[in-house]
């Protein structure tokens, strides 16, 4: 799913609003700080499964991700890069991002986008979080009853 070549691995950390067995045994102090933050928008319905996720990813050298976007306008991504972020590239909207260890990136995930690590010197390891948008409010779901994914609650409609 996504690349024909190479490999794309990952560790759920946060996933379905809730936090994963691996987060709290293997990465408990991150886990720690990220429960200080998610959910972000408790009681807002979700557009989708991927509206909060936490994970990292270990990208192969040679792997190349197709271009593809997220489901909604309401996620942003948030790439942290942790190691092996020399040569990765990341083109969103025809722009061409590099990841630097302990920096950010971070763009609206419904805008086309690929990665690839064709030119990278070694595996590319990144956390990877996808964070409901500042700016949603309940208001924004007035005259839905259900979004793509879940019920919107009656006081919201």
């Not at 499964?49 to 994970?55: G, H, I, L, P, S």
Request: charged share 25%; glycine share 6%; net charge negative.
């Amino acid at each position: 799913f996504l690349y024909d070549r190479g490999e794309w691995n990952r560790v759920l950390l946060y996933h379905a609003r809730n936090f994963t067995e691996e987060c709290e045994t293997v990465f408990p102090e991150t886990c720690k700080l990220l429960k200080q933050w998610l959910p972000s928008k408790p009681g807002l319905p979700w557009t989708s499964d991927q509206n909060e996720q936490v994970m990292i990813i270990k990208m192969k050298v040679g792997t190349d991700v197709e271009v593809h976007s997220g489901p909604a306008n309401n996620i942003l991504n948030i790439h942290l890069g942790i190691s092996g972020v020399q040569g990765a590239k990341l083109i969103v909207a025809n722009e061409t991002y590099s990841w630097e260890e302990g920096k950010v990136i971070a763009w609206d995930g419904s805008f086309d986008h690929r990665v690839h690590c064709l030119e990278c010197t070694e595996d590319r390891v990144i956390m990877m979080i996808r964070y409901m948008h500042p700016d949603m409010q309940s208001r924004h779901f007035q005259g839905c009853q259900r979004t793509h994914f879940e019920e919107v609650p009656l006081e919201m409609q």
